[in-house]
């Protein structure tokens, strides 16, 4: 009796420990994550120029991007500087470059309003809607997303303002800032035949497992979030709070006691599907921590949670993540 009343007092330190180290963060066991890497591909859609099918485009360079017509200052900056460069190619060139500007407005933009909208500008370029099942196909196939936010009885357009530059092999190689100059697309158009494909270009993310998961602390509102596990300690910090859309946020990643090094963040809406955000991490100055920026875009939800996945790698290449969340409200 006295052995076994001893045996359970040596217990009790052994369990206390136990407790103490025990991981704040979720521990999870889990196959593989999946990552969505958008790799483009071959869509059809009504144009000004007729049914519009990318599959016999090849051999020539297409400009893609999305917009609406009613669009005050992104869309109109984006054509001019595309019909600059269409128009400072040399006539023999000309055909080998196309710009399809694909309205994510079907309500108020029809294949005529459209065919007048481009008539501002010199350069011919070809305009293309359709339903919002197949935008939102089309726009999915680049991790592009548009969004219709309700004001009053009016609503307002949001959408992925980037340029998608597809070779003439159909391969989606480059995505331009829609601020980018003409220059900048006569050198995206010179090379593009020279490019891998934009997926293949991107970080490998497969066999990434799930170390644990913080499904308490809210990213968009309190400082550091963090994940402690028997692999390494985690904290992540985002600034300005709260997060807001539309808003440039900075986020400071600090680890301890880990081999592990952060890689990425990958930023996934869970009530509806926000297109592609992945920055990157690079090193501090000071090398205490790893450092990103990135802007969410305008949901049509006045309340969205994220998944905000961080993964991590090792010096053999291995990785993992370690999962936090975070909710956004429009004031």
Same mark, same amino acid.
């Given at each position: 009796m006295k052995k076994a009343l001893l045996f359970a007092v040596a217990l009790i330190p052994v369990a206390l420990l136990a407790l103490f180290l025990r991981p704040s963060g979720n521990m999870l066991k889990s196959p593989p994550m999946e990552f969505k890497i958008p790799a483009g591909g071959d869509f059809e859609i009504p144009s000004t120029a007729g049914l519009y099918k990318t599959s016999e485009k090849r051999g020539r360079v297409l400009f893609l991007f999305f &917009?609406? %017509?009613?669009?005050?200052?992104?869309?109109?900056?984006?054509?001019?500087? *595309? /019909? =600059? @460069?269409? =128009?400072?190619?040399?006539?023999e060139h000309q055909n080998k470059v196309e710009v399809l500007f694909v309205s994510i407005d079907p309500e108020r933009d029809s294949l005529t309003t459209l065919a007048e909208h481009l008539k501002r500008f010199k350069a011919p370029m070809k305009a293309a809607t359709d339903t919002h099942e197949n935008l939102r196909k089309i726009t999915s196939l680049f991790g592009a997303r548009y969004s219709r936010i309700q004001t009053g009885s009016s609503f307002f357009v949001d959408h992925t303002s980037h340029v998608f530059v597809i070779n003439s092999r159909g391969e989606w190689v480059e995505t331009l800032d829609y601020k980018s100059p003409p220059s900048e697309y006569r050198q995206a158009l010179e090379t593009a035949d020279d490019k891998r494909p934009f997926s293949e270009r991107q970080i490998p993310l497969k066999d990434v497992t799930l170390l644990a998961e913080n499904p308490d602390c809210d990213l968009a509102t309190q400082a550091p979030c963090e994940i402690a596990t028997s692999q390494g300690h985690f904290q992540v910090e985002m600034n300005p709070r709260p997060v807001r859309e539309a808003q440039e946020t900075s986020v400071k990643v600090r680890?301890?006691?880990? /081999?592990?090094?952060?890689?990425?963040?990958?930023?996934?809406?869970? #009530?509806?599907? @926000? &297109?592609?955000? $992945?920055? *990157?991490?690079?090193? /501090? =100055?000071? &090398?205490? /921590?790893?450092? %990103?920026?990135?802007?969410?875009?305008?949901? #049509?939800?006045? #309340?969205? +949670?994220? +998944?905000? $996945?961080?993964?991590? =790698?090792?010096?053999?290449?291995e990785k993992a993540a370690v999962l936090f969340y975070m909710k956004t409200r429009r004031e």
């Open positions: &917009g609406f %017509a009613h669009c005050p200052h992104i869309c109109p900056m984006t054509l001019a500087n *595309l /019909s =600059q @460069m269409i =128009q400072a190619l040399p006539p680890t301890l006691n880990t /081999s592990w090094v952060p890689l990425l963040l990958d930023f996934e809406g869970v #009530e509806q599907d @926000m &297109g592609f955000i $992945r920055p *990157l991490l690079s090193p /501090s =100055q000071d &090398g205490a /921590s790893h450092e %990103a920026t990135y802007e969410l875009p305008v949901c #049509e939800l006045s #309340e969205m +949670r994220w +998944r905000v $996945r961080l993964v991590l =790698q090792k010096p053999t290449g």
